[in-house]
């Protein structure tokens, strides 16, 4: 009773559009009362401060930070200058271009929508100059953005470690060949798109430029370097690493001296509201496992879908369309806060390992930015270049090929997910 009351209201306030974060912290109130535990309101509080301070999760606010000064001190081009010098002369060069600067500033935003809003700007405004259509460009955008959860620094990993009691260092690990894995093969699709379709080309950036533009690129890179060198060698914890990596781009914008005191402030006030947002849902979500643990959801449903699901292919497939479907509505670290809790005792019953595991579901859930037609990326580009939503849908919709493709070897192929981190770190 309690957990039909529960999703039900959470599922109604999402229809109506309340703000994801009172949604979730009204569900659990209304819960609460439902399930006569309405002494006990005092135990949101309590979930939200517990969490606040989890150190697992301190890291959150410095990788946010990171993203927000890179994108302050003008990072941003810098990188685009570099993809464009190294792969703009190739078949439909300036969408290689945006592929490939996604994945190099991934390391600096962590999260999909920001590397639309952020390097989106310029691509967009890049492509249409050179010729491409707004839609296409806005597509490819959207897409090539999916990689940005996969690469450290990434919140989204961050947090699916703190749920699944797994360290920062292996997930960030896990997720490195699976992030060039969806990069590659939107390149590859590129070029197939290339051989029927007449893009714009450009001519073939001499030596000098590819130096420059490496120089100045390359210095931008060091940031995420500094935090997964920092991790991995055991120097600095995650949190700490953070912080020096944030110092770091501050340092590059004082010496580049692109870094004014409004960029400053801005980026701080938007740390300062996503930080806020991310651990007020992670405190709600909290509040809500905290009531399913007394009722013994979890238990239950993993008692009783055994039963009904006899195979971890099958397991598998249920959850990636599950995913899939809800990442079309609400943002993926909202689903991972809901449904791991609930699904870890399924995941260890069918034998699976809790990082590959981590690392498909990711991808279903990041893959829910760009389905149509309530993905959230496709309204941020939308709004970015002005293009109507139905032409970046259907330019969209080939991409599905190479992503689906790539999903499909994360579930069959574990060692994708898991030979990096069991290199680097042993079996988990």
């Not at 993905?375 to 709004?383: E, K, M, N, P």
Request: with cysteine.
């Amino acid at each position: 009773m309690i957990a039909v009351a529960l999703f039900i209201i959470f599922l109604v306030l999402i229809a109506l559009r309340t703000p994801i974060t009172i949604a979730i912290g009204l569900s659990v109130v209304a819960a609460l009362a439902v399930g006569g535990y309405a002494g006990m309101f005092w135990i949101i509080p309590m979930k939200v401060l517990e969490n606040a301070g989890n150190s697992s999760l301190l890291a959150i606010p410095f990788f946010v930070l990171v993203g927000n000064l890179m994108n302050a001190v003008g990072i941003t081009e810098r990188i685009f200058n570099l993809a464009n010098a190294l792969v703009g002369h190739f078949r439909a060069g300036l969408a290689q271009v945006n592929v490939l600067a996604s994945l190099l500033l991934a390391g600096g935003t962590g999260v999909a929508v920001a590397d639309i809003a952020g390097l989106g700007a310029v691509e967009i405004k890049a492509m249409r100059e050179r010729g491409y259509t707004s839609s296409f460009a806005s597509a490819i955008t959207v897409v090539s953005a999916i990689v940005a959860p996969f690469i450290p620094p990434s919140v989204p990993l961050v947090v699916y470690a703190f749920l699944a009691n797994q360290s920062v260092a292996r997930m960030f690990l896990a997720g490195i060949v699976p992030g060039i894995m969806i990069s590659a093969s939107l390149m590859v699709f590129n070029r197939v798109l290339a051989i029927r379709t007449e893009f714009p080309t450009q001519p073939r950036a001499t030596a000098r430029e590819i130096w420059k533009h490496t120089l100045s690129g390359t210095v931008a890179l060091v940031a995420p370097a500094i935090i997964m060198g920092g991790i991995l060698t055991g120097v600095t914890t995650a949190s700490e690493a953070g912080v020096l990596s944030s110092g770091y781009v501050i340092l590059l914008g004082v010496l580049f001296r692109t870094l004014t005191w409004a960029a400053l402030t801005k980026a701080l006030t938007e740390t300062v509201l996503m930080t806020s947002m991310i651990m007020m849902i992670i405190g709600f979500a909290a509040s809500m496992g905290w009531l399913m643990a007394i009722e013994q959801i979890p238990q239950g449903m993993a008692r009783a879908l055994p039963d009904l699901i006899e195979s971890r292919l099958v397991f598998f497939l249920t959850i990636m369309v599950l995913a899939l479907a809800l990442g079309c509505f609400i943002d993926g670290v909202t689903i991972k806060l809901l449904l791991v809790p609930i699904l870890l005792p399924l995941v260890d019953i069918f034998a699976i390992d809790r990082v590959h595991f981590g690392i498909v579901l990711e991808m279903s859930l990041i893959m829910g930015i760009a389905t149509p037609p309530l993905g959230i990326g496709l309204f941020v580009a939308s709004r970015i270049s002005g293009a109507p939503l139905e032409g970046i849908v259907r330019s969209v919709l080939p991409y599905f090929v190479p992503l689906l493709i790539v999903l499909a070897l994360l579930l069959l192929v574990p060692q994708f997910s898991l030979w990096l981190p069991n290199y680097f770190l042993g079996p988990s």
